[in-house]
Nanobody
């Protein structure tokens, strides 16, 4: 049984930082791309950042230069370091996985975590 468990969300002031973690179990972690999506109230789920099985990365334009995605295959964990947070980053952040390569659309992902809330106050 595949499980993805996110942690690290919370309330932070604009300009602050948070680090999200997603611990995976039940899948060949090193052979999977790991991606963060987010969904704000009343909006569609959107791609934030992804890291492929070969450690290639991709970012949404809205977070490029502020967010950094990384992975630790020994710990089966993917991280999202979020700096210079803005109120518009407020959303539920979801971790997702699929084999090997990053894709930008949520429909192409097999497994999902339950999400963690990030709230950025102005």
């Amino acid at each position: 049984q595949v499980r993805l468990v996110e942690s690290g969300g919370g309330l932070v002031q604009a300009g602050g930082s948070l680090r999200l973690s997603c611990a995976a179990s039940g899948l060949g972690f090193s052979a999977h791309a790991m991606t963060w999506f987010r969904q704000a109230p009343g909006k569609e789920r959107e791609f934030v950042a992804g890291i492929s099985w070969t450690f290639g990365t991709d970012y949404a334009d809205s977070v490029r230069g502020r967010f950094t995605i990384s992975r630790d295959n020994a710990k089966n964990t993917v991280y999202l370091q979020m700096n210079s947070l803005k109120p518009e980053d407020t959303a539920v952040y979801y971790c997702a996985s699929r084999p090997r390569e990053i894709r930008l659309t949520s429909a192409e992902y097999n497994y999902w975590g339950q999400g963690t809330q990030v709230t950025v106050s102005s």
